[in-house]
């Protein structure tokens, strides 16, 4: 059983662990992982599964498809998302996993 501090669980085992996210606490350290889609031209915001409680010290990602040239910039990191900005630069769908560590 995990350990709850200010209603967090905390303890070093895998919370939660599907396809698309998923998260593990190790002691105060937050691992957070993820796939997503990018679907728009502007600026798009991409949820983490849990809010880090105080920082998001880094973030990167990574595009899946095949065949793919153009970056997809991370333009901003905050405690509860990432944000992804094409910047017209890259059109359709584009699939990126993307992985997050913070406190």
Do not use: E
């Not at 200010?6 to 350290?29: E, H, K, M, S």
């Not at 600026?43 to 990602?61: M, R």
Request: contains cysteine; glycine residues 10%; charged residues 15%.
């Amino acid at each position: 059983m995990g350990v709850t501090v200010d209603g967090v669980p905390r303890g070093g085992q895998a919370i939660t662990f599907d396809a698309a996210a998923g998260y593990i606490w190790l002691g105060d350290c937050l691992l957070q992982w993820g796939s997503a889609i990018s679907t728009d031209d502007t600026a798009q915001d991409f949820p983490f599964p849990i809010p880090f409680p105080n920082a998001c010290f880094v973030a990167f990602h990574q595009r899946t498809a095949s065949g793919t040239k153009n970056i997809l910039a991370l333009s901003a990191v905050s405690t509860t998302n990432l944000t992804i900005n094409r910047d017209d630069a890259i059109d359709g769908s584009q699939p990126f996993d993307w992985f997050a560590v913070g406190y």
